[in-house]
């Protein structure tokens, strides 16, 4: 990866190491830069961060999918320490083990991030290594989020999660179970990722072009988008819901009908956890604690793999590639 500087830094000073967008493009376009070291506004904190998890979404703004301004710092979700609290911060404390999402306003991909109070779980006295917890805010706050909230789980229901190893989907599948849902089924891209996805809580895992010969479900979750939004609404039960939350493939969008809807009586929502976070803070930031609870309890397994924030472009490309399976998190400090 290129560097616009020295990289490196002193974090007692007023600079830092950041991996940045300088332009839209291609994964080689990211590069490690010098910048301010930000300070937390009214109600925020500012994050000595160890890991930042690496997403797609962080893949999307880098292509320019969406309008950020450039230079920008990505990454939505990191583990560290409290660095500082902003005015009205005061059920937390400088140097307390934490995990946040900065989806709102990204910078993750830093060794300094600042973020809402209310989007920041505590870490103390819970067994959780800090390489997992940069790997909880995105995908483990969403997966109980969409089924909960969005999806409103029943027991017994029968729940279908497309990209099951992938990181959100490795983690919907085990939220599933958590909330209750009877039958759960995942699909994957190739025969080489069943395996991998059997071991997220699934009863089944099949090929996503079977997904026509998987019976009905009473919920599915969708993040691949082009033939299998199409798939997915035909596997639905009447009163079945159909969460949309993304378009990995990058396929043309899918044109639902409304009359369809009506006479099957059948639902289709859309989860964006970005625009969720900024608008509900607080219930955001109540998921991630209760994701971070199960995965300290040992009920919630996230699969992680390290790579040095230098090696950003790699995570990046590897994403891209549809070949990873659970969790990419960037190591910014050691301890």
């Known amino acids: 990866m290129n560097s616009d500087s020295n990289s490196n830094s002193d974090r007692t000073g007023t600079q830092m190491k950041a991996v940045t967008i300088p332009e839209f493009g291609e994964a080689d376009v990211l590069r490690v830069a010098q910048m301010p070291v930000p300070e937390p506004g009214p109600g925020q904190v500012a994050i000595d961060v160890a890991h930042a998890g690496a997403n797609f979404a962080e893949v999307l703004y880098r292509r320019g999918v969406v309008d950020v301004p450039l ?33 709102v306003d990204g910078g993750g991909y830093a060794e300094v991030a600042v973020t809402s109070a209310d989007l920041v779980a505590p870490l ?3 067994d959780i290594d800090l390489g997992v917890a940069a790997a909880l805010p995105s995908n483990s706050t969403t997966a109980f989020l969409v089924l909960d909230r969005v999806a409103r789980i029943e027991p017994g229901d029968r729940v279908l999660v497309h ?40 009863d089944e895992v099949i090929l996503r072009d079977r997904t026509a010969e998987a019976g009905e479900f009473d919920i599915v979750v969708d993040m691949v988008g082009g033939p299998s939004r199409t798939a997915s609404l035909d596997r639905l039960a009447p009163m079945g819901r ?4 993304g378009n990995a493939s990058g396929a043309e969008d899918i044109g639902l009908s409304a009359n369809h809807l009506w006479f099957t009586n059948k639902t289709v929502s859309g989860f964006n956890l970005a625009a969720f976070s900024a608008a509900f803070p607080q219930d955001a930031g109540q998921a991630l604690r209760r994701a971070v609870h199960a995965a300290a309890q040992g009920t919630l397994r996230v699969q992680t793999e390290t790579l040095p924030l230098d090696h950003a472009t790699e995570a990046h490309r590897r994403i891209e590639s549809g070949r990873t399976t659970g969790k990419l998190v960037l190591t910014v400090a050691t301890p």
């Not at 089924?185 to 080489?192: H, N, Q």
Request: zero cysteines; charged letters at 15%.
């Open 71 to 103: 230079p920008f710092v990505p990454g939505i979700e990191v583990s560290g320490h409290i660095r500082a609290l902003g005015e009205g911060v005061t059920d937390l404390r400088v140097g307390q083990p934490v995990a946040a999402l900065t989806i």
């Open 124 to 126: 103390d006295g819970l």
């Open 163 to 202: 990209a099951a190893a992938g990181g959100v989907g490795s983690q919907l599948g085990q939220a599933a179970r958590l909330l209750g849902a009877g039958r759960v089924v995942g699909t994957v891209g190739s025969e080489a990722k069943i395996e991998a996805a059997r071991a997220f809580g699934y």
């Open 242 to 245: 159909l969460v949309v939350m």
